[in-house]
């Protein structure tokens, strides 16, 4: 009896597992391997394979993690609308780190690689002179431009505290939820309207 129970539990997870690498929207994904490694462990533990065990069991946390991750990112984008702050809906997946005064971010020419939040006062783009006010998402532009090239320079004048989303990131962050990349249209063409309308305050706009 156990040992039909083990089989029924092993062949349930191989399905579900097989089934999670044929989707493609990642929160059923995460849920199906989630799932598959529940019955894959139950399958480890009642035929006593101990590699199957150990194996689906650390695998168990780690697909937790990225269900929970993947539900907060769905939620969030759900609730975003053009003019939702990028600190409720894109700062959970970027990268805090301090850069000192004196320091270029990146230079005119140089290939974008990353979008950063500025969370205070201290950039400015070099060629305007002209302050990057806190809670600013900049660099964005760049990322999508067909040269993938930045326009101006970005310098720190003071210490200050950026958040950043490298290309990569954002790319497995649009496959992972494909309304990410609507509202990062939405705000980069929200942005290109405001300077189009007012092109001499537009230096924002050129600093991707």
Known sequence: MIDHLATALGLLGAALMLA???MKSMLPLRIAA?????FLVAYGALKQALPTL???GAL???NVKKTLQMRRLVQAIARAQADTPVSEWLLPHMHRRTVAAGSTLWRKGDV???MLYVEGAGLRLAEYGEAVAPGSLIGEIGLFAPDKRRTLTLEAVDDCVVYSLTA???ALLYYQNPKLGFHVMRLIVAR???DAA??????LAEAG
């Open 20 to 22: 999670s690498y044929l």
């Open 192 to 194: 290109l309207m405001r």
């Open 60 to 62: 168990i946390p780690i």
């Open 34 to 38: 989630l799932t598959a490694c529940c």
């Open 54 to 56: 150990l194996l689906y």
């Open 198 to 203: 007012r092109p001499h305050e537009g230096a």
């Open 168 to 170: 990569e990131e954002m």
């Open 112 to 114: 974008a690689t990353e």
